[in-house]
């Protein structure tokens, strides 16, 4: 494998990583502030209950190794957009790179 593609599909999954990565800070953030909001609204009589903290959701299970690092990450563009991290149009352009 040469190491030009090598290094495109490194960028590849650091382009995917850190797209998660900023949509998922977005999503907590708009939840901390909704919570916040509505705290606000609530009467100041009533004791407000700490509202939990949302948490990562945990890794699936490990997965067997395939040989083939295009299917690597298929497996795991594909699993972000059943997760609803990646969208259609994202894992399309994203897939095309891969293999490309």
């Known amino acids: 494998m ?3 593609r090598t290094a495109g599909r490194a960028a590849v999954a650091s382009s ?3 797209r ?3 949509r998922q800070q977005d999503r907590w953030a708009a939840q901390a502030a909704s919570q916040q909001a509505h705290a606000a609204q609530q009467p100041v009589a009533q004791p ?3 509202q939990p903290v949302a948490q990562p959701v945990a890794a699936p ?3 067997p190794v ?3 690092p295009k299917s690597q990450l298929m497996n795991a563009l594909t699993s972000l957009r059943s997760a609803g991290v990646v969208t ?3 894992f399309a352009e994203i897939s095309s790179r891969i293999f490309s």
């Open 2 to 4: 040469s190491l030009i």
């Open 16 to 18: 995917v990583h850190g």
């Open 20 to 22: 998660v990565q900023r």
């Open 48 to 50: 407000v209950a700490p």
């Open 61 to 63: 299970a490990a997965q």
């Open 66 to 68: 395939a040989a083939d």
């Open 88 to 90: 259609d149009t994202e």
